[in-house]
């Protein structure tokens, strides 16, 4: 185990990762937003509300293009756009929006949403035919039930197509009609092929969601917020969960997910709790590149130093 820096910032980020051996991080949960947007979901977060209490300063709270020469900076050489709908008539702008930004964006993911609404299924064969590589659904803000028929065949389709789909499924910031493990089980016991990440590592549902992974062979847990100090205050996560954790890692079911920029606290800060938690190198080159890599097959130029890794 490589020697922790005590406090890691953003500047020393790019470091960090060459020390493992790695061509860089892949973050498979980041923000970008239509401007007018993007506005109100900050104040919702910097604001509260009835699910966030008093809310948190947005660390990154800066102009589109300032964001993404930061995930530059810091070695991010792949991420998403991800944006959800929460109500009708919404996700296909949006899509439009994140699959326009991606293409004039270097290292960001094609990404889209999809809401349980009429034509649903034909934007998002729209989307896909324009290249989406990740999706996003949010089952607490959308507040619909994925087990709905209205889009049944849309997690056929991305089952078929092998496309990712990054679920908020669990009970944070408090819970929802359809948050927790059984609503989006019930679709992968419909769908067991389906490519589902789900978001925050399923807090804190841990255990409920760790069996979720091990049960479907492409169910796989982001880190966003997970093991940071801001999330072990409010929802810590069990020690009695980390071998588990590490075998998940090492079988490509971890992936690096960070929220960014709607977060309280520095990006280097979760690599940082992610270190602390003493896995190993191994697990923390499969969690900030490789499973990213053998789930999106990563462009061949982000490869390894020779004799690294």
Same mark, same amino acid.
């Given at each position: 185990?490589?020697?922790?820096?005590?406090?890691?910032?953003?500047?020393?980020?790019?470091?960090?990762?060459?020390?493992? +051996?790695?061509p860089?991080?892949?973050?498979?949960?980041?923000?970008?937003?239509?401007?007018?947007?993007?506005r109100?979901? *900050?104040?919702?977060?910097?604001?509260?509300?009835?699910?966030?209490?008093? +809310?948190?300063?947005?660390?990154?709270?800066?102009?589109?293009?300032?964001?993404?020469a930061?995930?530059?900076?810091?070695?991010?050489?792949?991420?998403?756009?991800?944006?959800?709908?929460?109500?009708?008539?919404?996700?296909?702008?949006?899509?439009?929006?994140?699959?326009?930004?991606?293409?004039?964006?270097?290292?960001?993911?094609?990404?889209a949403?999809?809401?349980?609404?009429?034509?649903?299924?034909?934007?998002?064969?729209?989307?896909?035919?324009?290249?989406?590589?990740?999706?996003?659904?949010?089952?607490?803000?959308?507040?619909?039930?994925?087990?709905?028929?209205?889009?049944?065949?849309?997690?056929?389709?991305?089952?078929?197509?092998?496309?990712?789909?990054?679920?908020?499924?669990?009970?944070?910031?408090?819970?929802?009609?359809?948050?927790?493990p059984?609503?989006?089980?019930?679709?992968?016991?419909?769908?067991?092929?389906?490519?589902?990440?789900?978001?925050?590592?399923?807090?804190?549902?841990?255990?409920?969601?760790?069996?979720v992974?091990?049960?479907?062979?492409h169910?796989?847990?982001?880190?966003?917020?997970?093991?940071?100090?801001?999330?072990?205050?409010?929802?810590?996560?069990?020690?009695?969960?980390?071998?588990?954790?590490?075998?998940?890692?090492?079988?490509?079911?971890?992936?690096?997910?960070?929220?960014?920029?709607?977060?309280?606290?520095?990006?280097?800060?979760?690599?940082?709790?992610?270190?602390?938690?003493d896995?190993?190198?191994? *697990?923390?080159?499969?969690?900030?590149?490789?499973?990213?890599?053998?789930?999106?097959?990563?462009?061949?130029?982000?490869?390894?130093?020779?004799?690294?890794?």
């Open positions: 185990m490589r020697n922790m820096i005590p406090e890691l910032t953003d500047a020393e980020a790019s470091t960090w990762w060459r020390d493992l +051996g790695l860089g991080l892949a973050d498979v949960h980041v923000h970008f937003l239509p401007e007018r947007m993007e109100r979901v *900050w104040h919702h977060f910097e604001n509260g509300g009835p699910l966030m209490g008093k +809310g948190w300063r947005i660390h990154y709270r800066v102009s589109a293009e300032a964001r993404v930061r995930l530059k900076d810091l070695g991010v050489k792949v991420f998403s756009a991800l944006a959800y709908a929460h109500r009708p008539d919404m996700a296909e702008s949006l899509n439009a929006w994140t699959l326009d930004f991606a293409r004039r964006t270097p290292g960001c993911l094609p990404s949403t999809f809401y349980p609404e009429h034509g649903v299924l034909d934007y998002v064969r729209d989307a896909l035919d324009r290249g989406a590589r990740v999706f996003k659904v949010h089952l607490q803000v959308g507040d619909f039930d994925p087990r709905l028929k209205e889009i049944d065949e849309v997690w056929g389709l991305l089952a078929e197509r092998g496309v990712p789909v990054v679920v908020h499924a669990s009970s944070i910031p408090l819970p929802g009609r359809c948050t927790g059984e609503p989006i089980t019930e679709v992968l016991s419909r769908h067991p092929r389906l490519p589902v990440i789900i978001a925050h590592l399923g807090m804190p549902e841990y255990d409920e969601f760790f069996e992974a091990e049960a479907f062979p169910v796989r847990l982001d880190t966003t917020m997970a093991f940071t100090d801001f999330s072990e205050r409010r929802m810590p996560f069990p020690a009695r969960l980390k071998p588990r954790l590490r075998d998940l890692g090492l079988a490509g079911k971890v992936l690096l997910g960070s929220d960014f920029p709607n977060i309280p606290y520095p990006y280097a800060h979760q690599l940082q709790a992610l270190e602390r938690l896995l190993g190198d191994d *697990w923390l080159r499969a969690v900030c590149w490789d499973n990213a890599d053998r789930l999106l097959d990563l462009a061949p130029d982000y490869t390894r130093p020779p004799g690294q890794g």
